[in-house]
């Protein structure tokens, strides 16, 4: 019991905290059609995109990537 409820929180703390918290994904007012979803994989793709070019700290790689060029060079793009 205590194994699932440590992964349940490390879900929770890696996943979901980074969507409502860094992302903001509860304050978006958008909730017509498939945008809601589109826009929750939007997010995941940046989330994953920044973990594995090595960022431990979502809102880090986020404020690090604010150029355009950062985010080219982010996904191997010259």
Do not use: C, Q, Y
């Amino acid at each position: 019991m205590a194994e699932w409820a440590r992964g349940h929180w490390m879900i929770e703390n890696s996943v979901h905290w980074v969507r409502d918290v860094t992302f903001a994904e509860d304050a978006h007012h958008l909730r017509t059609g498939h945008a809601p979803a589109v826009l929750a994989g939007l997010r995941d793709i940046v989330r994953g995109a920044l973990h594995k070019a090595g960022w431990a700290n979502i809102a880090a790689g986020r404020r690090a990537h604010l150029d355009p060029t950062a985010v080219l060079t982010l996904h191997g793009i010259p």
